[in-house]
T-cell receptor, first 112, second 117 residues
Framework: EDKVVQSPLSLVVHEGDTVTLNCSYEVTNFRSLLWYKQEKKAPTFLFMLTSSGIEKKSGRLSSILDKKELFSILNITATQTGDSAIYLCALSGGTSYGKLTFGQGTILTVHP | DTGVSQNPRHKITKRGQNVTFRCDPISEHNRLYWYRQTLGQGPEFLTYFQNEAQLEKSRLLSDRFSAERPKGSFSTLEIQRTEQGDSAMYLC???????????????FGQGTRLTVV
């Protein structure tokens, strides 16, 4: 059974801090790892990672995948209150070509 | 709005009643997914369609749940004889999956929040 574990489960920081969110996984046939941000309702897509060691970057957010050690990290620099959200890690792999297996999520709270 | 659209946004129903939710995917997307999310958890896969064909159902999915995508466009998710444990956010997502392309991201709708009382 595919498995995704995120840590920490929650994190409280102040504006301007840098945060690192972790995602470890177990899967028999890896295809991709995705990061989503969920504020109130719909998860919104951030990154999709398929290759080890290649950093994906979008503004203050960046992410990297390590397929040998089976984990990914999501970094957010110079955090803002608008970054407060649940960050979800999801895995595509195994015997299913359709579903994503999600982790529990990390609740990030950024205080002014 | 060209995103994934779900209706209704909220549904309160009495235990034992049937409910039906609708999802309209992004128009050019051939894949449509249903997920369920409870408080403090990530979305849990229920089922997905490639065009009108239902290709996979979670083995956790009770036989009270049924989903259709009759013309390969919108989809409906029906829950029969609802139970309090069915209370959750039901999320729909869509993606474009073409032959030879292994990885594409899924885009989510705003969800339907179901409360069974």
């Amino acid at each position: 059974e595919d498995k995704v574990v995120q840590s920490p489960l929650s994190l409280v920081v102040h504006e301007g801090d840098t945060v690192t969110l972790n995602c470890s996984y177990e899967v028999t046939n890896f295809r991709s790892l995705l990061w989503y941000k969920q504020e109130k309702k719909a998860p919104t897509f951030l990154f999709m990672l398929t290759s080890s060691g290649i950093e994906k970057k979008s503004g203050r957010l960046s992410s990297i995948l390590d397929k040998k050690e089976l984990f990914s990290i999501l970094n957010i620099t110079a955090t803002q209150t608008g970054d407060s959200a649940i960050y979800l890690c999801a895995l595509s792999g195994g015997t299913s070509y359709g579903k994503l297996t999600f982790g529990q999520g990390t609740i990030l709270t950024v205080h002014p | 709005d060209t995103g994934v659209s779900q209706n209704p946004r909220h549904k309160i129903t009495k235990r034992g009643q049937n409910v039906t939710f609708r999802c309209d995917p992004i128009s050019e997307h051939n894949r449509l997914y249903w997920y369920r999310q409870t408080l403090g958890q990530g979305p849990e896969f229920l089922t997905y369609f490639q065009n009108e064909a239902q290709l996979e159902k979670s083995r956790l999915l009770s036989d009270r749940f049924s989903a259709e995508r009759p013309k390969g466009s919108f989809s409906t998710l029906e829950i029969q004889r609802t139970e309090q444990g069915d209370s959750a956010m039901y999320l729909c997502a869509s993606s474009s999956q073409n032959l030879g392309v292994v990885n594409t991201e899924a885009f989510f709708g705003q969800g339907t929040r179901l409360t069974v009382v």
